[in-house]
């Protein structure tokens, strides 16, 4: 089986839910990790907890400040995760500032991230990227709009990426989650806990940890095995759109 002892990951959105939960399970397998995000202070908090580790204050959406961050370290593991949604309105009542940061941190922030670490993976002819999509990529639901096309691009983006680098040693993954319970909803209603309580009421949800666990898994294969897509469902979740609530 692979060891992450010694490895080198960067998880992008470390500062939060699923990113910090994968940083802490990879650092206690004793890989070495770089935390990536915009809170900077969250990501030393995190990396006074996780010795070794760095700490990169970076917005994913700045190609420039990306690369300029990236380039220099030989990643062994990559996690593209930061990621966000903002908003559940339909197109019609929707809002462009919204989308765009949606787009350019989901999509494009994921891309900046890949055009920084890929040459180097495909130098040192091994790695591992593990995309953190949704089953909003897979399933649209209502107000979803904007984040579920995100995600489909995203799933889209992983299955080229296989093409892309099918000949390199280096593996692509992607992990996609149902509802899990994390910070997400706060953002998503923009601070509006009682509304974002209401999306978990009654559910026994995901845990980020449960997500963490399994991109664990999927990086500690033996080196010829690439698991390629990890569809994961609470037990209470039938679909984007029909999820059981006992309340
Ligand atoms: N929670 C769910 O139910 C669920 C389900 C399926 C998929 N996902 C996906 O899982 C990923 C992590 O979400 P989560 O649930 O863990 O949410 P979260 O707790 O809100 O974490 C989101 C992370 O993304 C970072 N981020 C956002 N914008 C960024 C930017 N411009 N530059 C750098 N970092 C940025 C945030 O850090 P800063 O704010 O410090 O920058 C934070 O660390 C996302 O891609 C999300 O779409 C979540």
Same mark, same amino acid.
């Given at each position: 089986? %692979?060891?992450?002892?010694?490895?080198?990951?960067?998880?992008?959105?470390?500062?939060?839910? #699923?990113?910090?939960?994968?940083?802490?399970?990879?650092?206690?397998?004793?890989?070495?990790?770089? /935390?990536?995000? *915009?809170?900077?202070?969250?990501?030393?908090?995190?990396?006074?907890?996780?010795?070794?580790?760095?700490?990169?204050? +970076?917005?994913?959406?700045?190609?420039?400040?990306?690369?300029?961050? /990236? *380039?220099?370290?030989?990643?062994?593991?990559?996690?593209?995760?930061?990621?966000?949604?903002?908003? /559940?309105?339909?197109?019609?009542?929707?809002?462009?500032?919204?989308? $765009?940061?949606?787009?350019?941190?989901?999509?494009?922030?994921? +891309?900046?991230? +890949?055009?920084?670490?890929?040459?180097?993976? #495909?130098?040192?002819?091994?790695?591992? #990227?593990?995309?953190?999509?949704?089953?909003?990529?897979?399933?649209?639901?209502?107000?979803?709009?904007?984040?579920? %096309?995100?995600?489909?691009?995203?799933?889209? +983006?992983?299955?080229?990426?296989?093409?892309?680098?099918?000949?390199?040693?280096?593996?692509?993954?992607?992990?996609?989650?149902?509802?899990?319970?994390?910070?997400? $909803?706060?953002?998503?209603?923009?601070?509006?806990?009682?509304?974002?309580?209401?999306?978990?009421?009654?559910?026994?949800?995901?845990?980020?940890?449960?997500?963490?666990?399994?991109?664990?898994? !999927? !990086?500690?294969?033996?080196?010829? !095995?690439?698991?390629?897509?990890?569809?994961?469902?609470?037990?209470?979740?039938?679909?984007?759109?029909?999820?059981? *609530?006992?309340?």
């Amino acid at each position: 089986m %692979a060891q992450l002892k010694g490895k080198l990951a960067l998880v992008t959105g470390a500062s939060s839910g #699923i990113g910090e939960c994968i940083a802490r399970a990879f650092a206690a397998e004793g890989a070495r990790l770089v /935390l990536a995000a *915009r809170r900077k202070e969250k990501l030393e908090r995190l990396a006074a907890e996780l010795p070794g580790s760095l700490v990169l204050e +970076l917005d994913v959406r700045d190609a420039e400040a990306v690369t300029r961050a /990236l *380039r220099p370290h030989p990643f062994d593991i990559v996690i593209p995760g930061a990621g966000l949604a903002l908003g /559940l309105d339909p197109v019609q009542k929707g809002s462009p500032v919204d989308w $765009s940061e949606m787009i350019d941190t989901n999509v494009k922030g994921v +891309l900046h991230v +890949l055009g920084a670490v890929t040459p180097g993976m #495909i130098e040192r002819r091994r790695g591992d #990227i593990v995309f953190l999509g949704s089953v909003a990529g897979r399933q649209a639901y209502p107000g979803g709009n904007v984040y579920c %096309a995100t995600k489909a691009a995203i799933r889209s +983006l992983y299955e080229s990426l296989r093409y892309d680098l099918h000949d390199t040693g280096i593996r692509v993954s992607t992990v996609d989650p149902g509802m899990v319970r994390t910070p997400f $909803s706060d953002v998503r209603f923009k601070g509006d806990g009682e509304r974002a309580a209401k999306v978990y009421a009654g559910v026994d949800y995901l845990w980020p940890e449960d997500i963490a666990d399994i991109v664990r898994f !999927v !990086v500690t294969r033996p080196a010829r !095995v690439n698991i390629g897509e990890v569809v994961v469902w609470s037990k209470d979740q039938a679909s984007a759109m029909q999820v059981a *609530r006992r309340t």
